[in-house]
């Protein structure tokens, strides 16, 4: 299946990408890496890349693709983002 990245917005095969989805912390709505895709609800798609995350942040794609009001925070989907490039 062709999914389009939020933050380079390119057209390429889900299997490169990973999945991003909503989740909640005590701070308000966070947006989470979904590596397998099993996780239910709304979901975004990412290249595991920091441009594309940059991309991303800077665009605010996450809220308008997991249509979500107000801050969202990316920590754990930064760190994650990292943790791949190093691989």
Do not use: N
Not at 7 to 33: F, H, M, S
Not at 48 to 53: F, G, H, S
Not at 56 to 73: K, S, T
């Amino acid at each position: 299946m062709i999914r389009t990245c939020v933050g380079c917005r390119q057209r390429v095969d889900k299997t490169t990408l990973v999945r991003v989805v909503a989740g909640r912390d005590e701070a308000g709505w966070t947006a989470e890496p979904d590596p397998d895709g099993t996780r239910p609800g709304r979901g975004a798609h990412l290249h595991p890349a920091e441009r594309c995350l940059r991309l991303a942040l800077d665009r605010r794609a996450f809220a308008r693709a997991l249509r979500l009001e107000g801050p969202i925070g990316t920590d754990a989907l930064a760190a994650w983002v990292r943790s791949e490039a190093d691989e």
